[in-house]
């Protein structure tokens, strides 16, 4: 063991400045209710770090009793508690995991809940001076305020959810505090305006919707509101959809972000989710995580896809900021009742009203606490209103020239949703494989894949390009050669698929059909054998 707290502060320079800090990055997991795999996304996104060569502490703040020990198999040292136990000390523990450290919790004597990490100022500021990579907090469930500050002062936090209604109502829930803690903090020291803040809370209901609260604050003062909006146009939490059954489960992460940003003003990004998946159940009762003790399973796959994204996020070098929400309420134009463009076909039009109308059902998961039923009503008339309108085109072309007068008569491109997530993914591949590729390249399943998803194509817009069945598609990149073709027509389709991708055809070909060969060489010297 190795007690942090006898690391000196980093040294200031000549000049007597204070050094940055040595901690590159702090990641808090949290937020919404519990049982929703919070532990487990924070333990495989260390051992994803940890195999990538970086240093990483993973911290139990979980209020209601430490677990990350056992996850990991870790056998805690026998320490001799004191009445007088200072919670600024940092004590790490070695995991099986190399680089991967363990920051467990503790009770004092006669307690019989864990010390709060975060209960002073402190024990978060000796986190940024651990000479580590990433620190990885995993704060567990609840919206107690020393949750909530190491979740605001973490540089990126994410949330977990499963679906169904509980954990996603508590996940809208976890929002709602988090500004409103955020709020309180950024006016501490001002207590005018902490007062005046308190006098718009009591107008509202309890743990308000932050749109509410913004409004409410800038009818008391102008620049106390557009401070409460620039707050709030900085929150931003990423989210993680777990134990996805259906395809419809995977669609939630979109649709909670789109109804966040509408009826919360929290911009949330959706970073991926994780199939349910039996090995993960197998996982935490080996003591293993699931990266190690299962990485070819289809929940590992996800977790990995979703650590390379938190990866790319944490390194990426402009951090775009969106504008703060306007302080009075604008009715959305019918184009974005429809979550569609100016530019859109009737049939997109079409399906976009069927979208609509199937969220804004009751009952509908996404919508979860948000909007009460004679509200769905309400929204379900416009999005019909909507549907009507634009579909007739002399109804559609008075509304067009009565909303947007000035615009050109060529209609503008139609808008996509930027996945900040996505694109920081598909940056950080886009480095890796400049560096990776060259003519020695051998190129395998994995590689093909890698390429593939830098540049935003999916298997279905290649198979409908080459007319390859989509099977034989995905046994290439899983290197799945039993279930593919002979050579002969295998290396037609990594040809049309290195083609597609932009590669050099022969030099795919001729690598990943050399692999095909190994394997089917090694196949029948087992059979033999």
């Not at 651990?130 to 990126?156: E, K, N």
């Not at 040809?495 to 095909?516: C, E, F, G, I, N």
Request: proline share 7%.
């Amino acid at each position: 063991m190795e007690p942090l707290s006898s690391i000196p502060p980093p040294p200031s320079d000549a000049e007597g400045t204070a050094a940055p800090r040595t901690v590159r990055h702090v990641l808090a997991v949290g937020g919404g209710r519990g049982g929703v795999g919070k532990s487990m996304l924070a333990v495989n996104l260390g051992v994803y770090l940890a195999q990538l060569g970086r240093t990483v502490v993973l911290v139990d703040a979980d209020p209601t009793g430490a677990k990350l020990h056992t996850m990991l198999d870790v056998e805690l040292p026998k320490r001799v508690a004191r009445a007088d136990s200072d919670d600024d000390e940092l004590t790490t523990c070695p995991t099986p995991i190399p680089g991967l450290l363990l920051l467990p919790q503790e009770y004092s004597i006669g307690s019989t809940v864990p010390v709060r990490p975060g209960r002073k100022p402190r024990w978060a500021r000796r986190l940024r001076l651990m000479d580590v990579d990433y620190v990885i907090l995993d704060l567990g469930a609840g919206t107690a305020p020393a949750t909530l500050d190491l979740f605001l002062s973490a540089d990126m936090g994410l949330c977990a959810v499963t679906p169904e209604p509980p954990s996603v109502e508590a996940t809208y829930r976890f929002f709602r505090a988090v500004f409103q803690r955020r709020i309180r903090r950024t006016l501490i020291r001002d207590r005018f305006k902490l007062r005046m803040v308190e006098r718009a809370q009591a107008e509202l209901e309890p743990l308000p919707q932050p749109l509410d609260l913004v409004r409410a604050i800038a009818r008391y003062d102008t620049a106390a509101g557009i401070l409460a909006a620039t707050e709030l146009a900085q929150l931003r939490p990423r989210l993680v959809v777990n134990s996805v059954r259906l395809r419809t489960d995977s669609d939630l992460g979109t649709q909670m972000g789109d109804m966040a940003s509408r009826f919360l003003g929290v911009k949330l990004d959706y970073i991926g989710h994780v199939e349910h998946d039996d090995a993960v159940w197998l996982s935490v009762v080996r003591r293993r995580p699931l990266l190690i003790d299962s990485p070819a399973c289809k929940a590992a796959r996800n977790l990995e896809r979703i650590a390379r994204r938190v990866l790319a996020l944490a390194t990426a070098r402009d951090a775009r900021l969106d504008d703060p929400i306007p302080l009075v309420p604008t009715e959305p134009n019918l184009y974005d009742v429809l979550g569609t463009h100016r530019g859109a076909t009737d049939e997109e039009l079409r399906r976009a009203h069927k979208r609509q109308r199937e969220i804004f059902q009751s009952g509908s998961l996404p919508l979860t606490s948000l909007l009460t039923e004679q509200q769905l009503v309400t929204e379900r008339a416009q999005i019909d209103e909507a549907h009507d309108t634009l579909l007739d085109p002399l109804r559609r072309r008075a509304y067009d020239v009565s909303i947007f007068p000035e615009a050109d008569e060529q209609l503008p491109e139609p808008s996509r949703t930027t996945d900040g997530a996505l694109e920081a993914e598909r940056e950080m591949l886009r480095r890796e494989l400049a560096r990776e590729i060259n003519g020695e390249t051998e190129f395998s399943g994995s590689l093909l894949r890698k390429v593939r998803e830098s540049q935003g194509i999916e298997l279905e817009e290649i198979a409908g390009r080459t007319k390859i069945s989509p099977a034989y598609l995905k046994a290439i990149e899983t290197e799945d050669f039993k279930s593919l073709p002979p050579l002969v027509y295998t290396r037609g389709f990594v040809q049309q698929v290195a083609k597609h991708l932009k590669l050099d055809p022969t030099q795919v070909s001729r690598t990943y059909l050399k692999r095909m060969r190994r394997w089917r060489s090694a196949s029948s010297d087992d059979s033999r054998a």
